[in-house]
Structure formats: structure tokens, C-alpha cells
């Protein structure tokens, strides 16, 4: 197996694996990072969603070979310690219920804001048409979005 | 009335080793506590440096019970919130009733974590009192602390060992509610801050030393089973370490999670199947037997004069059928569970909603005494019931075991998670209504036909409650009729089934409440005017088992109405529906909807949500499980599982689509209080959002729609 050259949460990892492997399962079982989640593996939940270069990525749908040279940011590497505004804004609107996918919508806000510091409704339907959060946290994530937008909506 | 509620009734009354004073100090435990640990009773332990540690006895889903559980014993214990741990339950002498679900989680515990809570306190005030000469009668708690007359002040954890040695109070006196100081507040998730970090350990994030990775091939028909395969294509799949048998298929071990299922893949072009009795089973063919029991004999639930004579003498017969199709759970994190089998004993990692059975069945499986299994439960990504099956916990205890112990996480694709559910079944209803000369309904007939959830519960076998199980939500019509008849008519189906967010409640109320507006529409009587007037003056009212304070109920279609300004002039093309329930005769709640039809799509702007579940420990909470409730079943208003040739045509997301968030409604909850003690929340909204968007499609654009899922060509007006 080739060895793969991925830098992920600032960190240099020297991967050997199959290089159609999912990115999800190179974070899960490879690296130990377990807050990126395994939802669909047909990507349209949005639970594995990380950063590549800065694009929110759904990391079933992307191999280790597209991952390989780039970096990539979990949901681990977002902040230190939970002080990013999307997470604080998801403290403040109580968003989660299970919690199960709320990383990978997190992960979508915060690309969201980097690319558009104040969206629209319309915009914020667009970033998550692809997450599915079965418990329904729907209008606080909208909610949370905005706030850590700098307006509470 | 049903056995999914008897099942957690009885295991909701809480463990013998609970009841206070079985565990009367410290001395009393095993040695592995600190000696310095107060532990009154199994839901705390109070340390030297004065933190808590809470253990909570239902799990945790997302319903937040990690949050409010610890929330009531606080209270009486007048804990600092920000100085508690919370720790999870396991299955043993000291949890015997972790099955969670029905909403049943606060008020089965509500007494006895505020006893749990208050018996602390009390022993603190002791230790304080006695240290201090004083009375304890001079003596108070604030915040972690026991305060004393001229500014004595000694903090919970400096009391500790003292506590432990104070007699176990027999009836600790509770707090007041207008003493509450932290109930009835809006309280954030205890877990917010482990979840936005991605630290929260779900059943899929548990990792142990060595641990493999297991995707199991099974047959795609339900009960089907291997009968040829090849194993070596898969063990050349790089990281595939086994391939061995199971009693539900084959499973392939492996070192990460995508080596099993690419060893999977491989392995599943090599085998040949045994499909079993179900392999003919498709939804057509059951949707004949089903039309067929609409008609037949049937098991009778709720029965009130002689509703088939008004029938036959009625002035008028107004008659519909409704159709409500086999569902998926869904939870975005699929079935899995870890398993470690090592010499003296077994020990699983599993998000279970029903712990004790779940480690009551892999020791069965194992051939070990439930104790020697220990069965921890992680946070569960989502449950609506699936997890009360054990399934797929006992299914990786096999597989730990056929591969030599593990530890050994078996992993369901979302495949696997759609093909192997535990279904809700469709249902057929048959409604009937007599009007007298006068317009007023004289009797109500609502026949339901389809699968029985509780006999594939109950292993196949009938119980006595079948049929009132079946028709929860039907014959719990809440309506004043002088003559009624709710019956099923069972119709077997090979497919397993299971508890569902709302359960049999959804469909059947789906049914009444549409219908009833269609009859407040024939009859030409508004439907709010219509319902308060069949609620009437009614007072407490006896179905079967339980009772319902229909009061309380119309109390919340009243407010309901207000607060969604029913009546009110709308723009052309938009309309407002209701519904109401009376969910287990225990939680009262309405809906109104409002929604329009754009561009052939139907678009639902806002719900109001009215709810009476007693008293609201956490309002935060209380609103999040009404949003949720309501989004779990709009989402079934869209989706649909259908069988073909035994096996379900849908597999994922993709086919079964479940709400997202452009298609969220606005949702606004009024909590209505009785003054009553907690009841539940997790089910009540789901069943009301279905008929309050239908009758409300019907106020805007005339079409009435019986038959589910909703399908595009259903909004073009004929």
C-alpha cells in the first residue's frame, strides 16, 4: 500500500492505505478522530462533512488519494476548546438534540460564514440541502447560523 | 393498554436497589468508592472537592434526559449546576428499568430522583447541624452549600464523610414548587459544549485496545439465510482478517470499518441465497389482504353502544378510507454495537433503549448469566424507538464470539440500516360516520387493518392487549359519540417490526382527525367548532386501561386556536388545519397549521403547538422535542418503505427523503399548565403534525388527501 501524505488539524500524518479509501474511515478508524461522522456513506446526510482547503467536503465522497497533499480540518480542529463562533452560537441556541450530526452541520456553517460572513435565509437552505438531522434541529441551526453571523435571527 | 407502555412501566419503576435506604453510607460499598464518597442512594455521589456525580437512569437519545434527569435531583439536593458530572447508567442490581421510550423518562423517575435528591439534603443538614450543635431545623441549603444561622457556611464536599454516617431520612420532605430554583428553568443541554467539539463518544466512536471492525452480510429478505459463498474473494480484500458465520449471515472482520464492508462487497458477489418465506412478499400483495381485512372479522378495542345498528337507521353515512405506508426510522447514526468477550465474562458497548433486555439476551447468546455481561450505553445517535430492539447488540455478541472474542465493533451501512429495520407496518383504515336528522353524529366506526407491531414484539405471539395496542390513538377518540367501534383486523406480514416515534398514534390519529374534518366540512360546522362541541362538557373519560381529562384537552385546542388566530381572514390559497390527542391520556396537545400550495409544491409555513404535559422541568427541552416531534412527522407525510419480491425498494436517504431544512416550518410552542405532575414529551407532537398540514392543505385548496405519502400529483387540482 502507498503511503499518502495527509495534514489534517495541522498535523503531518503518513497514511498507508488503500488510496480509494474513503477520507471518512482514514479520520475514524485510521487517526482515532471519531467527531467526524458516518451517517449515509452515499453522501447525502452530511455527517462526514470536514474542511479541504477551507470548502466544506463531504469526507465519504472524497479518497484519501483527492485528500493526499491537502489540509483538512475536523470538526477537532475547528477551534481550540469549542471557541469558534458557530460553536459558540450552537451553545447559545441550544441546538442539539442527539448530537449525532451536528458536527458535520457545524463543520457546513462554518464554511458557510467564511465564504459569505452574512447569509440569507435562501443561502443558509442551499448550504444544508445535503444534511439530514433526524431529531429536527432545523430552525436552531438556521437560528445559530445567523447569530454567529453577528445578527440574531 | 399497550405492552411497549407495560414494558416500561415495569421496567420504568426503578430498580429495587434504588429504593432508599438499601444503601444506607459509604461502608456499605464496594471498596473500589472512595471511602470520602457520600452515595445516599445509586443516582449520586457526592465527592470531597463537593462535585456530583449524577447517574442517569434512562438514556440518552437526544430527548435530553441527560440534561433533565439531573435537573430534578439537583433541585432537591440544591446543587451548584455548574459543579455536577452526569455518567450514564449500566444495566445491573441498581438499574433493573433502563428501557426508555413511550415519554416516559421524567415521570417515571420524577418521584424518585426528587426523593433521591431530597434524602441527600436532608443527611447534609444533619452532618452541618450536628457539627454545628445546632438544630437541623436552623440549618438550609443553597447552591452546594449547608448555611447556618450567623453566617455558618460549610460547603457539600467538607460534609461528605459526616453525610455518609447520618440516618437515611424515610420521607425527606420535598421542595415546594415555588421554592424550584432550577426546574421549570430554560437549561442548555448538559452535553452542548462535547458535541460542537466532536468529543461526544456515540456507539460508532467507541474504540478499545486491538478492536476490529465487522459489516455483516445478510440477506436482503428478512429471515433469509446463506446457502453458498465463497469466502476467499473477501480474505483477499487488503485488512480483511476473518470471514465467519452468524445466525444472521456472515460477517467479515477486519481492521477498519471500510475494509469490512470492501471485504463485504466481495463477498456478497459469491454467495447464494435462501430467501425464505417472505421472498413473494410485496406491498401490493399485502395491500389485497388488507382491503380484504377491512371488511372481515376483526379484534374488537373499543366498543360504545351499538355503532354498526345507529349505523344502519342513520339519516346520513359518510364514509372514507385511509392509507398510511411502512416507515423507516432513519436515525443518522445506523445500528451498531462493540463487543468484547474476555474470560470471566462479556462486556458491550451498545446505544440501546433497552439496556436490561439487551444484556439479558447477548448473555442468552453467549451462554453467560446477564451479570457476567456488562453493557455500557453510549450517547445514541438518534433512537424513535429502533433501539429498543436488541437485534443488533445480540447479533454482535455473535459475532465477538465466532471470531474469538473481539473486542469487535460490527458497523451497518445505511443500507443495512433500511434493509434490516424494524418497521413500522402500513395500516389501512376504514372510516365510518351516522348523522342524525339533525347533522349531529350519532355513531363512529373506524375499522384498521394491517400488521400487528406488538405480536412481532412479543415474538411472534398474540397478546390479550393486541388489538388496543394497535389502535392507540383510534379508540382513545376523545370525541362525546353515543355509539363507537374502533376494531383491528390483524393481516400477517413477514417483515420484522417494531416501535416507532409515535407508533401506532400516527397513523390512527392521522385517520381520526382527518376524517372528523371532513365530517365538520359535509356537515358544514367549522372544525374547531365542531371538536369543542364533541368534547363538550366531558370531564374525566375510562378507554379500556386508562382515562384521559378531556378538559385539559380542550383547554389546548382553545389556546391552540387563539394563538394561531383560527378564523382569521387568509389570502387566497393558504389555509389553517387542526388536530388534537390526548397522548396516553397523559399529555395534551393541539396543532394548527398553517400552509399554501407554490408552483405545485405544498409549502407549510408555520405549525402552533399547544401542549398540557404537566409540569415542564426544562421549557428549553420541552421545545426542542416539540420541533422535533413535529419535523419526525412531517417527514412522514413525504416517505414511504415498499417491499418488492420480500425485500424494501428504498435503501437510503436518497429514497427515503426525510425533512431538511428548507423544508422546516416556522414552529411556535405555548405551554399550557394544569398543575399536574410531568408527564411526557418525546411522542405527543409527532402524531398531530401529519392531519393539522392535510386539513390545512384542504382549508386552502379543496383537496383532500387520504392516502400517504403525499406525491406531487396529489396538489394538481382535477
Same mark, same amino acid.
Given at each position: 500500500?502507498?503511503?499518502?501524505?495527509?495534514?489534517?488539524?495541522?498535523?503531518?500524518?503518513?497514511?498507508?492505505?488503500?488510496?480509494?479509501?474513503?477520507?471518512?474511515?482514514?479520520?475514524?478508524?485510521?487517526?482515532?478522530?471519531?467527531?467526524?461522522?458516518?451517517?449515509?456513506?452515499?453522501?447525502?446526510?452530511?455527517?462526514?462533512?470536514?474542511?479541504?482547503?477551507?470548502?466544506?467536503?463531504?469526507?465519504?465522497?472524497?479518497?484519501?488519494?483527492?485528500?493526499a497533499?491537502?489540509?483538512?480540518?475536523?470538526?477537532? $480542529?475547528?477551534?481550540?476548546?469549542?471557541?469558534?463562533?458557530?460553536?459558540?452560537?450552537?451553545?447559545?441556541?441550544?441546538?442539539?438534540?442527539? $448530537?449525532?450530526?451536528?458536527? $458535520?452541520?457545524?463543520?457546513?456553517?462554518?464554511?458557510?460564514?467564511?465564504?459569505?460572513?452574512?447569509?440569507?435565509?435562501?443561502?443558509?437552505?442551499?448550504?444544508?440541502?445535503?444534511?439530514?438531522?433526524?431529531?429536527?434541529?432545523?430552525?436552531?441551526?438556521?437560528?445559530?447560523?445567523?447569530?454567529?453571523?453577528?445578527?440574531?435571527? | 393498554?399497550?405492552?411497549?407502555?407495560?414494558?416500561?412501566?415495569?421496567?420504568?419503576?426503578?430498580?429495587?436497589?434504588?429504593?432508599?435506604?438499601?444503601?444506607?453510607?459509604?461502608?456499605?460499598?464496594?471498596?473500589?468508592?472512595?471511602?470520602?464518597?457520600?452515595?445516599?442512594?445509586?443516582?449520586?455521589?457526592?465527592?470531597?472537592?463537593?462535585?456530583?456525580?449524577?447517574?442517569?437512569?434512562?438514556?440518552?437519545?437526544?430527548?435530553?434526559?441527560?440534561?433533565?434527569?439531573?435537573?430534578?435531583l439537583?433541585?432537591? #439536593?440544591?446543587?451548584?449546576?455548574?459543579?455536577?458530572d452526569?455518567?450514564?447508567?449500566?444495566?445491573?442490581?441498581?438499574?433493573?428499568?433502563?428501557?426508555?421510550?413511550?415519554?416516559?423518562?421524567?415521570?417515571?423517575?420524577?418521584?424518585?430522583?426528587?426523593?433521591?435528591g431530597?434524602?441527600?439534603?436532608?443527611?447534609?443538614?444533619?452532618?452541618?447541624?450536628?457539627?454545628?450543635?445546632?438544630?437541623?431545623?436552623?440549618?438550609?441549603?443553597?447552591?452546594?452549600?449547608?448555611?447556618?444561622?450567623?453566617?455558618?457556611?460549610?460547603?457539600?464536599?467538607?460534609?461528605? &464523610?459526616?453525610?455518609?454516617?447520618?440516618?437515611?431520612?424515610?420521607?425527606?420532605?420535598?421542595?415546594?414548587?415555588?421554592?424550584?430554583?432550577?426546574?421549570?428553568?430554560?437549561?442548555?443541554?448538559?452535553?452542548?459544549?462535547? /458535541?460542537?467539539?466532536?468529543?461526544?463518544v456515540?456507539?460508532?466512536?467507541?474504540?478499545?485496545?486491538?478492536?476490529?471492525?465487522?459489516?455483516v452480510?445478510?440477506?436482503?429478505?428478512?429471515?433469509?439465510?446463506?446457502?453458498?459463498?465463497?469466502?476467499?474473494?473477501?480474505?483477499?480484500? @487488503?485488512?480483511?482478517?476473518?470471514?465467519?458465520?452468524?445466525?444472521?449471515?456472515?460477517?467479515? /472482520?477486519?481492521?477498519?470499518?471500510?475494509?469490512?464492508?470492501?471485504?463485504?462487497?466481495?463477498?456478497?458477489?459469491?454467495?447464494?441465497?435462501?430467501?425464505?418465506?417472505?421472498?413473494?412478499?410485496?406491498?401490493?400483495?399485502?395491500?389485497?389482504?388488507?382491503?380484504?381485512?377491512?371488511?372481515?372479522?376483526?379484534?374488537?378495542?373499543?366498543?360504545?353502544?351499538?355503532?354498526?345498528?345507529?349505523?344502519?337507521?342513520?339519516?346520513?353515512?359518510?364514509?372514507?378510507?385511509?392509507?398510511?405506508?411502512?416507515?423507516? @426510522?432513519?436515525?443518522?447514526?445506523?445500528?451498531?454495537?462493540?463487543?468484547? %468477550?474476555?474470560?470471566?465474562?462479556?462486556?458491550?458497548?451498545?446505544?440501546?433503549?433497552?439496556?436490561?433486555?439487551?444484556?439479558?439476551?447477548?448473555?442468552?447468546?453467549?451462554?453467560?448469566?446477564?451479570?457476567?455481561?456488562?453493557?455500557?450505553?453510549?450517547?445514541?445517535?438518534?433512537?424513535?424507538?429502533?433501539?429498543?430492539?436488541?437485534?443488533?447488540?445480540?447479533?454482535?455478541?455473535?459475532?465477538?464470539?465466532?471470531?474469538?472474542?473481539?473486542?469487535?465493533q460490527?458497523?451497518?451501512?445505511?443500507?443495512?440500516?433500511?434493509?434490516? &429495520?424494524?418497521?413500522?407496518?402500513?395500516?389501512?383504515?376504514?372510516?365510518?360516520?351516522?348523522?342524525?336528522?339533525?347533522?349531529?353524529?350519532?355513531?363512529?366506526?373506524?375499522? %384498521?387493518?394491517?400488521?400487528? %407491531?406488538?405480536?412481532?414484539?412479543?415474538?411472534?405471539?398474540?397478546s390479550?392487549?393486541?388489538?388496543?395496542?394497535?389502535?392507540?390513538?383510534?379508540?382513545?377518540?376523545?370525541?362525546?359519540?353515543?355509539?363507537i367501534?374502533?376494531?383491528?383486523?390483524?393481516?400477517?406480514?413477514?417483515?420484522?417490526?417494531?416501535?416507532?416515534?409515535?407508533?401506532?398514534?400516527v397513523?390512527?390519529v392521522?385517520?381520526?382527525?382527518?376524517?372528523?374534518?371532513?365530517?365538520?366540512h359535509?356537515?358544514?360546522?367549522?372544525?374547531?367548532?365542531?371538536?369543542?362541541?364533541?368534547?363538550?362538557?366531558?370531564?374525566?373519560?375510562?378507554?379500556?386501561?386508562?382515562?384521559? &381529562?378531556?378538559?385539559r384537552?380542550?383547554?389546548?385546542?382553545?389556546?391552540?386556536?387563539?394563538?394561531?388566530?383560527?378564523?382569521?381572514?387568509?389570502?387566497?390559497?393558504?389555509?389553517?388545519?387542526?388536530?388534537?390527542?390526548?397522548?396516553?391520556?397523559?399529555?395534551?396537545?393541539?396543532?394548527?397549521?398553517?400552509?399554501?400550495?407554490?408552483?405545485?409544491?405544498?409549502?407549510?409555513?408555520?405549525?402552533?403547538?399547544?401542549?398540557?404535559?404537566?409540569?415542564?422541568?426544562?421549557?428549553?427541552?420541552?421545545?426542542?422535542?416539540?420541533?422535533?416531534?413535529?419535523?419526525f412527522?412531517?417527514?412522514?407525510?413525504?416517505?414511504? /418503505?415498499?417491499?418488492?419480491?420480500?425485500r424494501?425498494?428504498?435503501?437510503?436517504? @436518497?429514497?427515503?427523503?426525510?425533512?431538511?431544512?428548507?423544508d422546516?416550518?416556522?414552529?411556535?410552542? @405555548?405551554?399550557?399548565?394544569?398543575?399536574?405532575?410531568?408527564?411526557?414529551?418525546?411522542?405527543?407532537?409527532?402524531p398531530?403534525a401529519?392531519?393539522?398540514?392535510?386539513?390545512?392543505?384542504?382549508?386552502?385548496?379543496g383537496?383532500?388527501?387520504?392516502?400517504?405519502?403525499?406525491?406531487?400529483? #396529489?396538489?394538481?387540482?382535477?
Open positions: 500500500m502507498p503511503t499518502h501524505q495527509l495534514t489534517v488539524n495541522g498535523r503531518v500524518h503518513h497514511v498507508d492505505a488503500d488510496p480509494a479509501t474513503p477520507l471518512l474511515w482514514i479520520l475514524r478508524d485510521t487517526l482515532g478522530l471519531t467527531g467526524t461522522k458516518f451517517g449515509c456513506g452515499q453522501g447525502v446526510c452530511g455527517s462526514c462533512v470536514v474542511h479541504l482547503d477551507g470548502q466544506a467536503q463531504k469526507s465519504c465522497q472524497t479518497s484519501l488519494r483527492e485528500a497533499g491537502h489540509k483538512v480540518v475536523t470538526i477537532e $480542529g475547528l477551534s481550540k476548546a469549542g471557541t469558534h463562533p458557530v460553536q459558540h452560537s450552537w451553545i447559545a441556541e441550544d441546538v442539539a438534540q442527539c $448530537g449525532y450530526c451536528q458536527p $458535520g452541520m457545524i463543520m457546513t456553517a462554518a464554511a458557510l460564514l467564511q465564504h459569505k460572513p452574512h447569509p440569507t435565509d435562501r443561502d443558509i437552505d442551499d448550504a444544508f440541502a445535503d444534511h439530514v438531522c433526524r431529531c429536527g434541529t432545523y430552525s436552531r441551526v438556521r437560528k445559530a447560523v445567523h447569530r454567529a453571523a453577528g445578527g440574531v435571527k | 393498554m399497550t405492552d411497549r407502555r407495560d414494558f416500561l412501566k415495569v421496567t420504568g419503576a426503578l430498580g429495587a436497589g434504588l429504593v432508599l435506604g438499601l444503601r444506607l453510607d459509604a461502608k456499605a460499598l464496594p471498596g473500589k468508592v472512595a471511602k470520602t464518597e457520600f452515595r445516599p442512594n445509586a443516582f449520586l455521589a457526592l465527592g470531597p472537592d463537593g462535585r456530583v456525580r449524577i447517574t442517569v437512569p434512562k438514556v440518552e437519545m437526544g430527548q435530553g434526559v441527560r440534561t433533565a434527569l439531573p435537573m430534578v439537583a433541585e432537591e #439536593m440544591d446543587l451548584d449546576w455548574s459543579r455536577i452526569v455518567v450514564n447508567a449500566t444495566p445491573g442490581p441498581d438499574f433493573k428499568s433502563m428501557g426508555t421510550g413511550g415519554s416516559t423518562s421524567v415521570s417515571t423517575t420524577w418521584t424518585t430522583l426528587r426523593q433521591a431530597a434524602a441527600a439534603r436532608e443527611m447534609l443538614k444533619a452532618a452541618a447541624a450536628a457539627q454545628w450543635g445546632l438544630a437541623v431545623g436552623q440549618c438550609h441549603t443553597e447552591k452546594g452549600f449547608v448555611l447556618g444561622p450567623g453566617g455558618r457556611k460549610l460547603g457539600y464536599g467538607d460534609l461528605a &464523610d459526616a453525610a455518609a454516617k447520618q440516618p437515611l431520612p424515610s420521607k425527606p420532605p420535598l421542595k415546594k414548587p415555588g421554592d424550584f430554583r432550577l426546574l421549570g428553568k430554560r437549561t442548555p443541554r448538559f452535553d452542548g459544549t462535547d /458535541i460542537v467539539t466532536g468529543k461526544a456515540f456507539g460508532l466512536d467507541v474504540r478499545r485496545p486491538g478492536q476490529r471492525f465487522a459489516a452480510l445478510r440477506c436482503p429478505v428478512p429471515g433469509g439465510k446463506p446457502k453458498a459463498w465463497d469466502k476467499s474473494k473477501a480474505e483477499a480484500v @487488503h485488512g480483511v482478517k476473518a470471514v465467519v458465520e452468524v445466525p444472521t449471515g456472515l460477517a467479515v /472482520i477486519a481492521e477498519s470499518t471500510w475494509a469490512a464492508f470492501k471485504g463485504r462487497e466481495a463477498l456478497a458477489a459469491t454467495t447464494t441465497w435462501d430467501e425464505g418465506a417472505a421472498k413473494d412478499f410485496s406491498s401490493a400483495s399485502l395491500e389485497t389482504k388488507m382491503r380484504a381485512a377491512l371488511t372481515g372479522p376483526a379484534d374488537e378495542a373499543r366498543k360504545v353502544g351499538d355503532a354498526e345498528k345507529v349505523l344502519a337507521t342513520a339519516a346520513r353515512l359518510l364514509e372514507a378510507e385511509y392509507s398510511f405506508p411502512y416507515q423507516a @426510522h432513519a436515525t443518522v447514526e445506523p445500528m451498531n454495537a462493540t463487543a468484547h %468477550i474476555g474470560q470471566a465474562g462479556a462486556e458491550l458497548w451498545v446505544g440501546s433503549q433497552s439496556a436490561n433486555r439487551a444484556q439479558d439476551r447477548a448473555a442468552a447468546a453467549l451462554g453467560l448469566k446477564p451479570e457476567q455481561v456488562q453493557l455500557n450505553v453510549p450517547l445514541i445517535g438518534g433512537g424513535f424507538g429502533r433501539r429498543l430492539g436488541t437485534d443488533f447488540s445480540t447479533e454482535a455478541a455473535q459475532v465477538a464470539k465466532a471470531a474469538g472474542g473481539g473486542p469487535i460490527v458497523v451497518w451501512d445505511r443500507e443495512d440500516d433500511f434493509r434490516h &429495520d424494524l418497521f413500522h407496518p402500513a395500516t389501512l383504515h376504514r372510516m365510518r360516520v351516522g348523522l342524525d336528522a339533525t347533522g349531529g353524529i350519532s355513531a363512529w366506526v373506524h375499522r %384498521i387493518a394491517g400488521p400487528a %407491531i406488538l405480536r412481532s414484539w412479543m415474538g411472534g405471539q398474540k390479550p392487549t393486541q388489538a388496543a395496542s394497535e389502535a392507540n390513538g383510534a379508540l382513545d377518540l376523545p370525541y362525546g359519540i353515543p355509539a367501534t374502533v376494531d383491528f383486523g390483524e393481516v400477517e406480514a413477514p417483515t420484522p417490526l417494531g416501535w416507532w416515534r409515535g407508533i401506532q398514534i397513523p390512527n392521522f385517520a381520526r382527525e382527518c376524517f372528523l374534518d371532513e365530517v365538520a359535509a356537515t358544514g360546522m367549522d372544525p374547531l367548532q365542531l371538536r369543542l362541541k364533541l368534547l363538550g362538557d366531558q370531564g374525566v373519560v375510562k378507554f379500556g386501561g386508562e382515562e384521559a &381529562d378531556i378538559r384537552l380542550k383547554k389546548v385546542l382553545q389556546v391552540a386556536a387563539a394563538k394561531a388566530g383560527w378564523g382569521r381572514k387568509l389570502p387566497p390559497g393558504r389555509g389553517l388545519g387542526l388536530a388534537c390527542h390526548a397522548y396516553d391520556g397523559r399529555t395534551y396537545a393541539a396543532q394548527v397549521a398553517e400552509v399554501s400550495v407554490e408552483k405545485g409544491q405544498l409549502r407549510i409555513h408555520k405549525i402552533t403547538c399547544t401542549v398540557d404535559c404537566g409540569f415542564v422541568v426544562n421549557p428549553l427541552g420541552l421545545e426542542a422535542q416539540v420541533e422535533g416531534g413535529i419535523a412527522g412531517l417527514s412522514a407525510l413525504f416517505s414511504q /418503505i415498499t417491499w418488492e419480491k420480500g424494501t425498494v428504498q435503501t437510503g436517504y @436518497h429514497d427515503f427523503p426525510v425533512l431538511r431544512l428548507a422546516m416550518p416556522s414552529v411556535e410552542t @405555548h405551554i399550557v399548565s394544569s398543575g399536574a405532575d410531568p408527564s411526557g414529551m418525546g411522542e405527543p407532537p409527532v398531530l401529519i392531519p393539522a398540514v392535510l386539513n390545512a392543505l384542504f382549508a386552502a385548496t383537496i383532500r388527501v387520504r392516502s400517504l405519502p403525499l406525491l406531487p400529483q #396529489m396538489l394538481q387540482k382535477a
